[in-house]
């Protein structure tokens, strides 16, 4: 099946750093990535969708000054999270997708957990 | 309006009983497609299947069933002779020709097999 790589795994780090999170697809072309975030013992609500080589879609009520979405190829999309505050504490989970059509598969990544201390 | 409902929050089953995780959709959408995920304690999420709105046959994969029924939108998924292993969340998915790829997550089933 198709992998999607996401990095780093894991994330400790203190109140007002900025953190950057990874994620790649290594064995497609993704045209499409998401951005999940999961809090605990809930559903995956989607932050963004990004579309290689143009800027990203954010849903409603997310900050996209806060959470700063890259795709500048179509293996790699990165979410910044930035000045994180424990409120952001959350695991994160990108996805990617083969093209914009109806009924492709998404392929996730295995999450990454921030904690802000 | 909630497009996936997941009723069942958390079911338990001893090891070896079958089990069926209930998904109901909601779409205006006449091509539309349906997918279910399993999330492990370990976070990530599996793909295990995806079905199309033209396609109401029913499917098996070894201890895996779905059935897909338009008549009452749903699209439910039974594990026959449950293992631990089974133990996990397990998400229904609705994508909508019209809206692309996009997935709308119904709030997940937590699945815990007792040995």
Partial sequence: ?117 | AQKVTQAQTEISVVEKEDVTLDCVYETRDTTYYLFWYKQPPSGELVFLIRRNSFDEQNEISGRYSWNFQKSTSSFNFTITASQVVDSAVYFCALSEAVTGNQFYFGTGTSLTVIP
């Fill in chain 1, 1 to 117: 099946g198709a992998v999607v790589s996401q990095h780093p795994s894991r994330v400790i780090c203190k109140s007002g750093t900025s953190v950057k999170i990874e994620c790649r697809s290594l064995d497609f072309q993704a045209t499409t990535m998401f951005w999940y975030r999961q809090f605990p013992k809930q559903s995956l609500m989607l932050m963004a969708t990004s579309n290689e080589g143009s800027k990203a879609t954010y849903e409603q009520g997310v900050e996209k000054d806060k959470f700063l979405i890259n795709h500048a190829s179509l293996t790699l999309s990165t979410l910044t999270v930035t000045s994180a505050h424990p409120e952001d504490s959350s695991f994160y989970i990108c996805s990617a997708s083969r093209n914009r059509e109806g009924g492709q598969p998404q392929h996730f990544g295995d999450g990454t957990r921030l904690s802000i201390l």
